[in-house]
């Protein structure tokens, strides 16, 4: 019977399988390779799947490969893989800034391949995924690619020419809004708050705003309206913001992100 092989099992890895199984996928339907002795057990213990040291061995008899290594170990994988990926055996990437042409440049002629820019709020089944077909992958291939990731959130199919942007936006963002989070809590204790009471306001003032922006459908920018009255707190606080250009760093910021993984890609 064939089975999906999940190539690298760290934090992405760890999260796309924990998503699968609790979307219905069976333990049995899953064969995970790591390279670290340790992670394969701490995974068959926490997961029942079985874990493999070798990518050739996992891949073998496989219809889907996901590859969820660094960029940088890409390049070393694909020709061990290679030789036993089974005919038409579907390579679904997460690694960020590998384009489709280099894998499909890496594997057996006319292998489908699929790009996919994931996220971590997958842990808990929010995530948000973008996805781009290579040459050789069908409608049937990406529709796949979307299930696998829909498991875990939300999915998206983007030319692949957006793939660098979106690593800036929703690949590297949640990091971008820990560190909000982080700084307001640091500020409120700052403000004399204890850090458990600050960290509490802070985390549920995050998880309210998110809910509500989604639900309500609206303009952040009416949404902030919304909380700013005429020379109150909240625009004295903006006030700062502005001073000190927050918006203009977030957009270097974020260049430098896509930059970064534009050269991810040709590393
Ligand atoms: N962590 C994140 O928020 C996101 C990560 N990604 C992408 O996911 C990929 C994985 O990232 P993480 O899980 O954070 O990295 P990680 O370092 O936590 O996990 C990578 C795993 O792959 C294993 N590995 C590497 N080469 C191997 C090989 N040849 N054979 C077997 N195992 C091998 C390592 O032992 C490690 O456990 C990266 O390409 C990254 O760009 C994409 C979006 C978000
Ligand atoms: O920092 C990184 O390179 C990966 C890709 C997007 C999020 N984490």
């Avoid at 700084?183 to 998880?207: C, E, K, W």
């Amino acid at each position: 019977m064939s089975h999906t092989a999940l190539i690298g099992t760290g934090v992405m890895g760890e999260t796309l399988l924990a998503g699968l199984l609790r979307a219905g996928w069976t333990p049995s339907s899953i064969v995970g390779a790591d390279r670290r002795e340790s992670r394969r057990h701490e995974l068959e213990g926490r997961y029942g799947v079985r874990c493999v040291e070798s990518p050739a061995d996992a891949v073998d008899g496989a219809d889907t490969v996901l590859l969820v290594v660094k960029p940088q170990d890409v390049a070393d994988l694909l020709p061990a893989i290679a030789p036993r990926l089974s005919d038409r055996a579907l390579v679904v990437s997460l690694c960020a800034g590998v384009t489709t042409g280099q894998l499909e440049g890496g594997l057996p002629e006319g292998t489908p391949v699929v790009r996919v820019m994931p996220n971590t709020p997958a842990q808990v089944s929010e995530g948000m995924a973008a996805i781009s077909p290579g040459v050789h992958a069908s409608e049937v291939d990406l529709e796949k690619a979307v299930h696998i990731m829909e498991a875990v959130g939300q999915a998206v199919v983007v030319p692949e020419k957006y793939q660098d942007a979106v690593t800036a936006v929703s690949g590297s963002g949640p990091a971008y809004l820990f560190f909000v989070v982080e700084a307001m809590i640091d500020a409120g204790v700052m403000l004399g708050l204890p850090r458990d009471v600050s960290t509490i306001l802070v985390n549920q003032t995050m998880y309210g705003s998110a809910k509500l922006l989604v639900e309500s459908d609206k303009h952040p920018n009416l949404l902030r309206e919304m909380v700013t009255s005429p020379a109150g707190t909240t625009a004295a606080a903006l006030r700062h913001l502005e001073e000190r250009s927050v918006k203009a760093a977030f957009m270097a910021a974020m260049e430098a992100a896509r930059d970064r993984s534009a050269q991810l890609g040709g590393s």
